[in-house]
């Protein structure tokens, strides 16, 4: 079972008598098979079995509890079976904590050049060496499971933005036809869970029928999904101001994709417990740096010769061992080392980003004003 601990009641009312506008953000703790999850929390993208530029045991010290795993990438290079013969994604790619795995077919519709969508599923030519495959939400589920998931999500299809209110109903129907056979085919285990994703794109009628057909079947957990797909940040939030109430208050809450920030900060003020973006690492490997001044794009000839750290007090080797001028000579090279140098600073700086949250959300007090 994943579950949820919540404050006690009394200790949220609190929260909620300090802070009207933070009453529906919540701390809390998931409890799976591989250890506890914090939230609010954010979940470094590991795509193909690696966090890229790092060490599992460095996406530890960054303070990450969970990382992602992609479901379509692994199915195609090497092969869920294989993977499973081999011990698992855990023991593939030495992470011990808890693994969520996108069920694959966003990845299909923005990675894979040839496909086809049916009632029965997403067929696909790879994007590796053209050979065809299949994604339904019974192949889905069982790859994630194939793989070991601590936290396997449902086969959705996320509904392109912009999409008319006809195109997103039988878009969302579509993924709740797909939910309820993602939720048949799940193997359901003590410390493992799946979670079911809604859509409904910007049609706030749309996005109740898609939470209620997907509570229906009583998932571990939910994701809010079809947002961080070009809507920006108004339209996203407006979406979230109404959406996440539509969802178990005792169970978790998950913005897939998102985000900056400022997003997060938002996202986590309107209720929702947990994030995964690529902007920490994408970012980080082409020389943007997250620091409390502001984004750093290290690149920048200022930096040439600046003797000082990314940020004096960040514990990252970054920042305690080099400097700007290193870093900025290692990204303009190439260097390896930049990317993982710029890479761990980031996850850093978003990991001690969630945990102020989590102690302020604790605290009762205001975090309107971090970065
Ligand atoms: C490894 C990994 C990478 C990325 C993701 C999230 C990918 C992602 C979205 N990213 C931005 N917006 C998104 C929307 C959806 C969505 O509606 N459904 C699904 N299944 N995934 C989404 C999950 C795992
Ligand atoms: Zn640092």
């Not at 960054?62 to 090497?78: E, F, R, S």
């Not at 795995?101 to 086809?116: A, H």
């Not at 060496?129 to 790859?143: N, Q, R």
């Not at 003590?190 to 049609?203: A, E, L, M, N, T």
């Amino acid at each position: 079972e994943v579950s949820i601990t919540k404050f006690p009641a009394d200790e949220r009312k609190i929260i909620a008598k300090a802070h009207d506008k933070y009453k529906k953000a919540r701390a809390g703790i998931i409890n799976t098979r591989h250890g506890q999850i914090h939230t609010p929390a954010f979940m470094p993208v590991g795509t193909k079995g690696t966090v890229k530029a790092m060490l599992p045991e460095s996406v530890q010290t960054t303070g990450a509890d969970i990382i992602l795993g992609n479901t379509y990438h692994l199915m195609l290079q090497p092969g869920a079976k294989r993977v499973f013969k081999l011990g698992g994604l855990h023991k593939f790619m030495n992470w011990s904590k808890p693994l969520l795995t996108d069920s694959g077919g966003f990845q299909v519709m923005s990675l894979s050049k040839l496909r086809k969508i049916t009632e029965e599923g997403v067929i696909f030519n790879s994007h590796i060496d053209g050979s065809k495959f299949m994604l339904s939400p019974e192949s889905s589920t069982e790859i994630q499971y194939l793989l070991g998931s601590t936290i396997t999500m449902a086969f959705d299809e996320c509904t392109p933005y912009p999409s008319t209110y006809e195109q997103a109903k039988s878009s969302m129907e579509l993924t709740s036809r797909w939910a309820k056979r993602s939720r048949k085919a799940f193997y359901s285990r003590d410390g493992y869970g799946q979670f079911g994703i809604i859509q409904g794109s910007i049609y706030n009628d749309l996005r109740l029928k898609s939470a209620l057909d997907l509570i229906e079947l009583d998932f571990e957990g939910y994701a809010i999904g079809g947002l961080a797909v070009g809507e920006g940040q108004e339209l996203m939030f407006k979406v979230l101001d109404y959406a996440p109430d539509l969802l178990p208050i005792n169970k978790p809450r998950y913005l897939m994709g998102v985000g900056k920030p400022a997003d997060i900060i938002g996202a986590v003020q309107r209720g929702i417990d947990m994030f995964d973006c690529v902007i920490p690492t994408r970012s980080g490997r082409n020389g943007q740096a997250f620091t409390k001044y502001g984004v750093v794009n290290i690149r920048n000839s200022k930096y040439k010769e600046d003797n000082t750290p990314l940020e004096e007090d960040c514990l990252c080797p970054a920042c305690k061992n080099y400097t700007k001028a290193y870093l900025h000579y290692l990204v303009k090279v190439k260097e390896i080392l930049g990317a993982m140098l710029m890479t761990w600073h980031n996850l850093m700086y978003f990991q001690k980003l969630m945990l102020r949250i989590r102690e302020y959300i604790a605290q009762g007090k205001d975090f309107d004003f971090i970065s």
